[in-house]
């Protein structure tokens, strides 16, 4: 959620920073809105100061021996008026909350312009993707002999589910864990076990919520909840409603969970294969940090994701996403591609992002800023390291064979008890 204190002094401001993005914000309603609230301000501090003086008045009565009947009465009427002004005030305020909800982050000036991906930046490539001399299979086709199966997830669940089995489910579980030891060995990370259900409140806490709930799995019952997107949502959520200390600073989670997306709006794209599926499993970084430190942190979070690339020996590239392609709650993106092979192009295989103090607003997590002693909105930053399922596909399009047999990359082969093919 914005500042709204930015927001009410720097509103052209505002306004300019989102329309880069293409969002024309409605300056119209946002002072219609706030001059609401002023005045809904101002009669109820009104009635406020007015229900004090009255009971002064009967304290002053009675002190004095005289009958305090008239201020009483004055007293009650008041009281009974400001009630009414403290809801119409609570009203108003869950108003400008939900409209500001609805806004997007500001983003950093150093972000691209660009209204779609055609414009995002390519940042830098690593790694010199493999000459085949032979025509390489795509995931879908090459994976199916070695125990891909869309058939039996399609009768168990639907589309856009997959059963793994044998050795590929192991190197599928053989990504997960290398990816965890990886980050909480080497990187620093803290290793989260979190739920796979959460509240609407978590939801929106993250930005989930409002803007993207046809994207969500909704579970009812007498408490709605919610199938996880990613584990950004539970992970970033244990700072809520806290207050941490500077010495805790910074904070470096990462946790593998399932992640379940109805894909609404992906009708048609990549109906085949493992790229866009409905349950996916994803091992995901989250840091929480001082406002000052975020950007390098959003560097360092984004080598850590690179990092699983390189060790596996993946050709990839980083690209800055540009003001038309930054998701929703972030100030600035970069996305990871790899090189598929069977597909001929580099496909999203990570992205990470400074979100600023965009979602700790939202869920009011706050560190003590020695400085100035007051509790002050933190920074988040969040990211894949990486998408298991995405990373499972680059490993077989990548070190396939022309037999249809797949060779385990080395840095896989102590978590698959030494085998070195598929």
Not at 47 to 73: C, I, Q
Not at 158 to 171: C, I, T
Not at 252 to 266: L, N
Not at 337 to 362: D, H, M, T
Request: glycine letters at 8%.
């Amino acid at each position: 959620m914005l500042d709204s204190k930015l927001l009410r002094s720097d509103t052209e401001g505002v306004a300019r920073n989102l329309a880069r993005r293409g969002y024309s914000l409605d300056l119209a309603a946002f002072r219609t809105l706030d001059e609401h609230r002023k005045q809904v301000q101002i009669e109820a501090d009104r009635l406020r100061a007015e229900r004090n003086v009255a009971a002064k008045a009967v304290g002053m009565a009675k002190g004095k021996g005289e009958d305090p009947s008239e201020f009483l009465k004055r007293g009650e009427a008041l009281t009974e008026a400001l009630e009414h002004a403290e809801a119409a005030l609570v009203k108003v305020q869950l108003e400008s909350d939900e409209w500001l909800m609805g806004l997007p982050n500001l983003l950093h000036d150093s972000v691209p312009e660009g209204r779609d991906e055609s414009s995002n930046v390519e940042v830098r490539r690593y790694g010199t993707p493999r000459v085949f001399n032979f025509t390489p299979l795509d995931h879908a086709d090459l994976g199916v002999p070695l125990g891909l199966d869309f058939d039996a997830a399609a009768r168990i669940s639907g589309a856009r589910f997959s059963v793994l089995r044998g050795s590929l489910a192991r190197l599928h579980r053989a990504l997960g864990q290398f990816m965890l030891d990886l980050h909480t060995i080497e990187h620093g990370y803290q290793e989260i076990y979190a739920p796979y259900l959460v509240s609407a409140e978590a939801l929106r806490g993250t930005g989930q919520l409002p803007k993207f709930e046809q994207e969500l799995f909704a579970v009812g019952g007498d408490r709605p909840l919610y199938l996880i997107p990613t584990a950004e949502v539970p992970v970033t959520n244990l700072v809520r409603d806290q207050i941490i200390s500077a010495e805790q600073l910074p904070l470096r989670y990462v946790a593998h969970t399932p992640c379940f997306r109805s894909e609404a709006g992906a009708a048609g794209k990549d109906t085949r294969g493992l790229i866009r599926q409905h349950q996916f499993d994803k091992v995901e970084l989250v840091q929480i940090v001082k406002p000052a430190d975020s950007y390098a942190a959003l560097e360092q979070l984004t080598a850590h994701a690179e990092e699983v690339l390189k060790r596996l020996e993946l050709p990839y590239r980083v690209l800055a996403l540009c003001a038309g392609d930054v998701g929703f709650g972030s100030t600035k993106t970069y996305d990871l591609e790899v090189w598929l092979p069977g597909q001929g192009k580099y496909r999203e295989i990570s992205s990470c992002s400074n979100y600023e103090a965009f979602q700790a607003r939202r869920m009011q997590a706050r560190w003590r800023n020695p400085e100035t002693g007051k509790p002050e909105p933190l920074h988040t930053l969040n990211g894949s390291g990486i998408a298991v399922g995405r990373a499972l596909v680059a490993v077989l399009e990548n070190y396939q064979n022309a037999d249809g047999s797949v060779n385990v990359p080395p840095a896989l082969r102590p978590y698959m008890g030494g085998l070195e093919k598929i």
